[in-house]
């Protein structure tokens, strides 16, 4: 049964998104009770709400079984003290299914994925979303947007779906982001910089609030301090922030994004808090380089064990 509505969920989307890794043992098996010390130490720090199966946590890595799985165990680990994100997507029947099982769960909103389909026609999209928004059963519905490719006039078309409630915008054009919160600014929407606390900055600058993160899973409390210099607008403060966690962001993004979550599990792995390997197709280990600027930064940030 979810815990968060209406405005109470509404609100909480306009903080920080934080996407949770999915724990794995040595045999490559999926390892939930990992998951407690990392959500643990977001809710401690403050963070919005907490993301199962978003794309930190390897989810088109999982299988149909595993993200279900955890979903479940993810709202065990939260236990209501924060809203639960379910991301849904891949294949209409498999996102349908999967919003069934997160409703199920408890979850308190849907992220549905963007359809990474290379034959993704503009109506087609807003027909997969009219059918996961069926399958949810009024379970509120966040769009989560990589790319503007299928058009303004469908992105509106998808806003104005009656179960759409907010937009995570992961895309570096903060222009395009502008215009389509004007289309739609009727609506009321939660509009969510989805290109972590980097791009948080010029993403608010233009009206969108909150900011996904997947530094939380290793430090939540410096996502949360940039969060409040950005809604105090203290924007010299929010860049001497980011500017210290930057060295964390361009590791993550080596190799066509392809170290994003190794870094991730390494770092928990340095601080004694072990989740296991990251899947192919992502780097899995970090090279002997990425190693030692990662263990550099672990250091000045006193979180080895």
Not at 20 to 49: C, E, K, Q, Y
Not at 59 to 73: P, R, S
Not at 225 to 233: D, P, V
Request: with cysteine; charged share 20%.
């Amino acid at each position: 049964m979810s815990h968060f509505h209406g405005a109470a969920l509404r609100a909480a989307l306009h903080g920080i998104s934080g996407i949770l890794i999915t724990p794995f043992d040595a045999d490559d098996t999926l390892a939930p009770s990992r998951l407690n010390v990392v959500v643990d130490r977001a809710i401690d720090a403050g963070v919005h709400v907490l993301v199962a199966n978003g794309n930190t946590s390897e989810f088109y890595g999982l299988q149909a079984h595993e993200a279900e799985q955890m979903v479940h165990a993810a709202a065990e680990c939260i236990g209501g003290r924060a809203p639960l994100l379910a991301g849904v997507g891949r294949s209409v029947h498999e996102a349908c299914a999967l919003a069934r099982a997160s409703r199920k769960a408890g979850a308190d909103a849907l992220m549905v994925h963007q359809p990474p389909d290379p034959f993704v026609a503009p109506r087609g999209v807003v027909a997969y979303l009219r059918q996961i928004a069926d399958a949810a059963d009024g379970l509120p519905l966040v769009l989560y947007l990589r790319n503007e490719a299928i058009g303004l006039a469908a992105i509106e078309e998808l806003c104005r779906i009656p179960q759409i409630v907010g937009v995570k915008w992961a895309s570096p054009t903060p222009l395009v982001l502008a215009e389509a919160m004007r289309r739609t600014a009727d609506l009321g929407l939660a509009w969510v910089g989805g290109l972590a606390e980097v791009w948080a900055p010029p993403l608010y600058a233009v009206g969108a609030r909150g900011f996904t993160s997947g530094l939380i899973n290793v430090r939540p409390e410096r996502s949360v301090a940039i969060y409040q210099a950005l809604e105090a607008a203290d924007y010299p403060q929010a860049m001497r922030l980011i500017e210290e966690m930057l060295p964390f962001e361009e590791l993550r993004a080596q190799e066509n994004n392809g170290t994003n979550v190794t870094v991730v599990k390494t770092a928990l792995q340095m601080m004694g808090n072990d989740c296991g390997a990251a899947r192919a197709p992502s780097a899995w280990p970090l090279s002997d380089s990425q190693q030692r600027q990662l263990h550099a930064l672990m250091a000045g940030w006193n979180l080895l064990r």
